[in-house]
């Protein structure tokens, strides 16, 4: 056979010759072999992840095949489906699709390693409706650790079925077997089996033939083998001609896939006009425009990609920091975000820590693109032309503007031991590492009182006092204990060095307080207060001048979205006998047609210092509703901990496992139940009363590091979910040596 002379594909343009390029002249594949490929696979599976590289993979799979430290254990919290009090502008729902340097990274994993830096995650969970794990694998599970975090703080995950131009054998997908399609079958079962909430389907690969009706069948029977609550999203990418061409809105080119999907997701070249178009049609078609989510790209407002520029709406500058100038016309025609690859501020921008400084340029220009935030002067990347970054709009057009905001908790429970992704250590060298814990990360708290472009701006306004937070974490690793996050709250005055006063105590006269409190909202949330809840809250007080008060308040407000008339309820914290105290407060029923609005902290007293002063500490908050357990508590209890040895060499681990037991007979049936730990939350992992980590299943992988060798107390302790009280601690505790050793199969 002769060989095809290749044209100057510069001359053809860039994206039709480089897709000629790939067809007649495919570049070498350097990647790793098969071989390769197994066995870095077979090491992830160690780090609880999970993806199939192949239809063989995918087609073999079977839920004996499952390793519990793959499962997300925390169940999706239910949000209320009441908004937020008081949301000015259009809004906007968000969906994050993570396409995150690749994937799969350790930071991710069960075990994670010390990092020298903050890696992507994401800190505004509260914005946030759904979020797509994306890696170019055939099948990409969400790791466990992602699915917890997000299922916590109420975020449907999904995962990701991709077919790419290089995907061998795509006519297996559509393969039928007695009328049913397997794929369909064991992607479903993948989502029920490793506790996620459904799919991302893109097919960016043309067919032999047309397979429209068929690809339709396969969306509805997949849809069907889901639980509920669970979405299949379409890409726009395949159309219903058979054709690789994207859309870039709702058209009758993918009209069909939209109608038989839970939404669509449109690729992220748009413009107003397409939005016009696509909103009529969904008008004709009884499709919801806020659940059509239209594409915007990151990565388009770099000047140092390869190629010609990407693009997204708005073509000048759209992308980066002005995500929020597209959501803001995405809000006014009623459309839905799709924010494609929002870890780009942490792969385009310098993650280490600067000297002097309180987080990296990346975080920075987190703060920015989320909150607004004032970005560096100088920002450490590599786009040459001019500062693309540093647009007119950005800080007038941040992310939570535009996005719906979602209430904290469900309506008859919340809870938060502030935990974050990451927490910083400085080692005896001063040098700075970071630990993650990306699965255990909480609801985070407002920290200011005002929107940050406000915060950075108050030093030309009139004088006035102000409370703020600050999340801080203790890591000296104390007997049995781990990191202690915990949230520090001041007070200062900006603008002014003269003495303000905050107000008077409740205490002292309740008529008056709530119009004169100084409050700082924590979360905003939306639970019926026509029933009883009980409110913990553990914290500790600096010894200050008595004068001073500073407690807890609850807001309420009426269930209907008006301009609403807050009414609120003080409980003064008072100091305690030890520097941690933990103090629960009934609160009792209210009249029906009332919400429970706000959590947050208020302080009264005179202060002649403008300098930051330190009130109060709080290291975990819940409010749950009554009845709680009754009698003496519970029956649920952990037992048979052991170690053993998962695998075959060269892939060894050696584990913790262990059982709990009790009967959900007597679980409130308003807090979450785990398929695969019951009503434990999670479990801390001690080693000779040293903490070693947390776990999230009945299995925990040991370390090298960990030093169980000879004879070791091993102790786990069961948390409840909803922070629930406890008669006794519930505990297995154990020693070993080294002849309690035993061999388990090796799951893949």
């Known amino acids: 056979?002769?060989?095809?002379?290749?044209?100057?594909?510069?001359?053809?343009?860039?994206?039709?010759?480089?897709?000629?390029?790939?067809?007649?002249?495919?570049?070498?594949?350097?990647?790793?072999?098969?071989?390769?490929?197994?066995?870095?696979?077979?090491?992830?599976?160690?780090?609880?992840?999970?993806?199939?590289?192949?239809?063989?993979?995918?087609?073999?799979?079977?839920?004996?095949?499952?390793?519990?430290?793959?499962?997300?254990?925390?169940?999706?919290?239910?949000?209320?489906?009441?908004?937020?009090?008081?949301q000015a502008f259009p809004k906007s729902k968000v969906l994050l699709c993570h396409d995150y340097s690749g994937g799969y990274h350790d930071y991710e994993s069960v075990r994670p390693s010390l990092q020298e830096s903050q890696l992507y995650c994401c800190e505004y969970l509260q914005y946030v409706d759904t979020f797509i794990y994306f890696s170019h694998k055939l099948v990409c599970i969400p790791p466990p650790t992602w699915t917890n975090t997000l299922h916590r703080n109420g975020v449907r995950v999904l995962g990701t079925f991709i077919l790419e131009p290089q995907t061998p054998d795509v006519a297996r997908l559509l393969a039928k077997i007695d009328g049913r399609y397997p794929v369909a079958e064991n992607l479903a079962a993948m989502a029920t089996t490793y506790g996620f909430d459904g799919w991302l389907i893109n097919i960016e690969k043309e067919f032999s033939t047309n397979v429209t009706e068929h690809m339709v069948d396969f969306i509805r029977e997949l849809k069907k083998g889901l639980t509920k609550g669970c979405q299949v999203i379409w890409y726009d990418a395949l159309t219903s001609e058979n054709k690789l061409k994207y859309q870039n809105g709702l058209t009758p080119k993918n009209l069909v896939f939209a109608q038989a999907s839970d939404a669509l997701f449109t690729n992220y070249k748009w413009t107003e006009a397409k939005l016009h178009s696509s909103k009529q049609l969904a008008l004709e078609n009884n499709i919801r425009t806020k659940d059509t989510y239209f594409g915007i790209d990151a990565w388009a407002q770099n000047t140092d990609m390869p190629g010609p520029p990407r693009v997204t709406f708005p073509p000048d500058g759209g992308g980066g920091t002005n995500i929020g100038l597209a959501m803001r016309t995405l809000a006014e025609n009623t459309f839905a975000t799709a924010i494609f690859a929002p870890g780009w501020v942490y792969e385009h921008f310098p993650t280490i820590r600067q000297q002097a400084a309180s987080f990296s340029v990346a975080k920075a220009v987190d703060r920015s693109l989320w909150e607004g935030a004032t970005l560096p002067d100088e920002v450490g990347c590599d786009c040459h032309k001019g500062k693309p970054h540093h647009t007119e709009y950005y800080r007038s057009n941040p992310i939570t503007?535009?996005?719906?905001?979602?209430?904290?908790?469900?309506?008859?429970?919340?809870?938060?031991?502030?935990?974050?992704?990451?927490?910083?250590?400085?080692?005896?060298?001063?040098?700075?590492?970071?630990?993650?814990?990306?699965?255990?990360?909480?609801?985070?708290?407002?920290?200011?009182?005002?929107?940050?472009?406000?915060?950075?701006?108050?030093?030309?306004?009139?004088?006035?006092?102000?409370?703020?937070?600050?999340?801080?974490?203790?890591?000296?690793?104390?007997?049995?204990?781990?990191?202690?996050?915990?949230?520090?709250?001041?007070?200062?005055?900006?603008?002014?060095?003269?003495?303000?006063?905050?107000g008077i105590s409740p205490a002292t006269n309740p008529a008056v307080a709530s119009e004169s409190m100084h409050r700082l909202r924590l979360y905003k949330l939306a639970m019926d207060a026509s029933e009883a809840h009980l409110v913990s809250v553990k914290y500790g007080r600096p010894r200050i001048s008595r004068s001073f008060h500073v407690g807890l308040y609850i807001a309420y407000a009426p269930n209907f979205h008006t301009v609403p008339k807050f009414e609120y309820e003080h409980h003064e914290m008072p100091y305690g006998p030890s520097s941690i105290t933990t103090m629960e407060i009934v609160v009792n029923a209210k009249p029906p047609g009332l919400q429970v609005v706000e959590l947050g902290v208020y302080c009264g007293g005179i202060f002649e210092s403008s300098a930051p002063l330190l009130l109060l500490e709080l290291t975990r908050l819940s409010m749950v509703k009554m009845p709680l357990l009754e009698g003496e508590g519970h029956d649920f209890g952990l037992g048979?901990?052991?170690?053993?040895?998962?695998?075959?060499?060269?892939?060894?681990?050696?584990?913790?496992?262990?059982?709990?037991?009790?009967?959900?007979?007597?679980?409130?049936?308003?807090?979450?139940?785990?398929?695969?730990?019951?009503?434990?939350s999670h479990f801390t992992i001690s080693v000779?009363?040293?903490?070693?980590?947390?776990?999230?299943?009945?299995?925990?992988?040991?370390?090298?590091?960990?030093?169980?060798?000879?004879?070791?107390?091993?102790?786990?302790?069961?948390?409840?979910?909803?922070?629930?009280?406890?008669v006794r601690p519930v505990d297995a505790t154990v020693r070993l040596g080294s002849r309690s050793l035993n061999t388990l199969p090796f799951y893949l």
């Open 1 to 86: 056979m002769s060989s095809l002379q290749f044209p100057d594909w510069r001359n053809i343009g860039w994206h039709i010759g480089k897709r000629l390029k790939d067809i007649f002249q495919p570049s070498p594949n350097n990647g790793p072999s098969k071989e390769e490929r197994l066995a870095q696979r077979l090491r992830d599976v160690l780090k609880g992840f999970t993806y199939f590289d192949n239809f063989d993979e995918l087609e073999a799979w079977s839920t004996a095949t499952v390793d519990p430290i793959q499962q997300a254990n925390t169940p999706i919290l239910e949000r209320s489906t009441s908004s937020v009090q008081g």
């Open 401 to 502: 503007r535009y996005a719906c905001e979602f209430p904290a908790g469900s309506s008859t429970f919340f809870e938060s031991d502030f935990v974050r992704a990451f927490t910083s250590l400085t080692d005896a060298d001063d040098k700075c590492r970071i630990l993650p814990s990306l699965g255990s990360q909480s609801p985070l708290p407002s920290l200011l009182p005002v929107s940050m472009t406000e915060w950075e701006e108050a030093a030309d306004t009139l004088p006035i006092r102000v409370m703020y937070g600050e999340h801080r974490a203790d890591i000296s690793l104390t007997p049995g204990q781990g990191p202690n996050s915990f949230l520090q709250i001041y007070t200062k005055v900006l603008g002014s060095q003269r003495e303000v006063d905050m």
């Open 640 to 680: 048979d901990l052991k170690m053993v040895e998962r695998g075959h060499a060269p892939y060894r681990q050696k584990r913790l496992v262990w059982e709990w037991h009790g009967s959900r007979e007597q679980w409130p049936a308003w807090l979450p139940w785990s398929a695969t730990t019951g009503p434990f």
């Open 688 to 726: 000779n009363d040293i903490w070693i980590g947390v776990a999230h299943c009945l299995e925990f992988p040991l370390l090298d590091s960990d030093h169980v060798e000879g004879e070791v107390d091993v102790h786990v302790r069961g948390h409840l979910f909803g922070n629930m009280p406890t």
